[in-house]
Nanobody, 124 residues
Framework: QVQLQESGGGSVQSGGALSLTCAASGDSISNYCMGWFRQAPGKGREVVATIAINGGTLYPDSVKGRFTISRDNSKNTVNLQMNSLKPVDTAMYYC??????????????????WGQGTQVTVSS
């Protein structure tokens, strides 16, 4: 069973950048589909990036071109590089993992493994 720990959150001004890291322990992330999610106060948890075991990535339109997810299996980490940050990006950011099933790599809000989250605050 994998355990996840996020780091790298903080406060930045609009247009700034932050890099988040998800460090895994207990198992190798090479066995998991990985993703980053966020949740703003009073809103539901939404996906911001996912990366499959083969390295394929997916982003919602809201962050496409600004956020980049990557994985380093040798370090057992997943990174989220966030550029051109906007105040609407303010949220708690969570790392998640899920095992592939029937050849499909799906990471969503029902994924079984989650970190504790790291806060990102973007001021205007």
């Amino acid at each position: 069973q994998v355990q996840l720990q996020e780091s790298g959150g903080g406060s930045v001004q609009s247009g700034g950048a932050l890099s988040l890291t998800c460090a895994a322990s207990g198992d190798s992330i090479s066995n998991y589909c990985m993703g980053w999610f966020r949740q703003a106060p009073g809103k539901g948890r939404e996906v911001v990036a996912t990366i499959a075991i083969n390295g394929g990535t997916l982003y919602p339109d809201s962050v496409k071109g600004r956020f980049t997810i990557s994985r380093d299996n040798s370090k057992n980490t997943v990174n989220l590089q966030m550029n051109s940050l906007k105040p609407v990006d303010t949220a708690m950011y969570y790392c998640a993992a899920n095992s592939p099933r029937f050849g499909a790599c799906v990471v969503n809000k029902y994924s079984p493994y989650w970190g504790q989250g790291t806060q990102v605050t973007v001021s205007s």
